[in-house]
């Protein structure tokens, strides 16, 4: 079966027959990925809203102006009228103004390292659904491929039965067969629009029709488990993360502290006061300044409630460095146990045992249509080829699928 030996070379691959794609698809795809992802694009917001929210915490303390009009019965015992203009600004000895400055910095550069994190997950799930949908494609195109030959078979079972040449029965099981193998092809069709439907979601809308046979490579770098556990802990953004947290809740301490600071009002006011013209006690007009200095009674500093809350937060925060960290390494360990493991799989898929599968599918095809094998022979050909042939799309599916886990967990 020249066709059958064609797709078995294709399927060590994961090798699909594309129409009208280029071997530059899964870059683009990715591009889009990063550019149109529409989660991924209402996340960055986060950004500008951090960016927003850290100069909004330069701002100054706002003066006060006050304006006061007062009437001594002027109109009846001419006492005269007052006009006061004051103007006040409240200092604040411990600079909260730059506790709450640093404090906004760290909450912007967490979210942009939640930002990355969370593009990093991001690109590992479109990387795997890419594969998923290349798996997908080859197990439609084996079901596809079964379903043909039977069908073949079928109706030649069929013009033999009817020239007396063959059974009926076997004419019948053949027809069968053929109508099982076609509900496998439809379910399989299915499975893979589903998988284009997945990456058009990933890629922002952008509509897929087919994916590329070409395998899509990811590079890992050439070193020692330890040196990837290293590796992952100068990458990864959630540790970034994680030990910006640290700092963020020692500056939210800072600004605690800042905030129970002494703090006094410097206050300077004008008043005019216009002529009295009482008689008993007039008076001319005058103008006054006066200066003075507010004080307030912190006696709330006696609590000493929210500067132990957030004592106990920057020690919360250390333990979650500390655990993230653990976390990590696990997780390095595990993706790298599962990308071995995965590549022994992959190795024991080899092309002699396709082509064994192929060469004994194409002998028991042959046999059968000669009348030295029954069909039951050669179905089991059949099973034996479609589940040697999904086995190794799995195989390699699932090495493309560990690499991109590894990557994931070292944060490249």
Request: aromatic share 8%.
């Amino acid at each position: 079966m020249k066709k059958i030996s064609k797709l078995s070379y294709l399927l060590l691959l994961l090798g699909f027959s594309a129409q009208s794609i280029c071997a530059q698809e899964y870059a683009d795809y990715m591009n889009a990925v990063e550019k149109q992802n529409a989660t991924y694009l209402a996340e960055r917001y986060n950004v500008s809203i951090a960016e927003a929210q850290t100069a909004a915490a330069r701002v100054f303390n706002d003066p006060t102006l006050s304006v006061e009009y007062g009437n001594n019965q002027d109109w009846s015992l001419q006492m005269g009228q007052t006009v006061d203009v004051g103007l006040s600004y409240l200092f604040n000895l411990g600079n909260v103004r730059r506790a709450r400055i640093n404090v906004a910095r760290s909450e912007e550069e967490i979210t942009r390292a939640v930002l990355d994190d969370w593009f990093r997950n991001l690109k590992a799930d479109a990387t795997i659904a890419w594969v998923h949908a290349q798996e997908a494609r080859a197990l439609k195109e084996i079901k596809r491929s079964s379903y043909e030959s039977m069908i073949k078979v079928a109706d030649n079972d069929s013009i033999r039965a009817s020239l007396g040449d063959g059974s009926l029965i076997d004419a019948r099981q053949s027809r069968v067969e053929s109508k099982a193998l076609y509900a496998e092809y439809l379910a399989a069709d299915a499975e893979y629009a589903n998988a284009l439907q997945t990456l058009s979601l990933y890629a922002g809308g952008l509509a897929f029709q087919d994916v590329p046979e070409e395998d899509i490579l990811l590079a890992l770098p050439s070193s020692s488990a330890q040196d990837m556990v290293e590796l992952a802990l100068e990458n990864r953004a959630d540790l970034r993360s994680a030990e910006l947290s640290r700092t963020l809740s020692e500056r939210n301490l800072a600004l605690v502290k800042a905030s129970r600071a002494p703090e006094f009002e410097l206050s300077l006011g004008y008043s005019y006061n216009k002529e009295v013209r009482n008689e008993i006690a007039p008076a001319p007009t005058f103008h006054g300044l006066s200066i003075g200095v507010s004080i307030p009674l912190k006696f709330s500093r006696l609590n000493k409630g929210e500067r132990l809350a957030a004592e106990r937060t920057a020690q919360q925060a250390e333990a979650a460095y500390e655990a993230a960290k653990q976390q990590i390494v696990s997780e390095v360990q595990q993706a790298l146990v599962s990308w071995r493991s995965a590549t022994k799989v992959a190795q024991e898929c080899s092309a002699t045992m396709l082509e064994d599968a192929t060469s004994i599918l194409e002998n028991r095809r042959i046999a059968y249509l000669q009348g030295d094998s029954s069909l039951l022979d050669y179905l089991m050909a059949v099973r034996v080829y479609n589940d040697t042939a999904e086995q190794c799309i799995a195989a390699k599916a699932g090495l493309v699928t560990a690499t991109a886990e590894l990557l994931r967990a070292i944060g490249l």
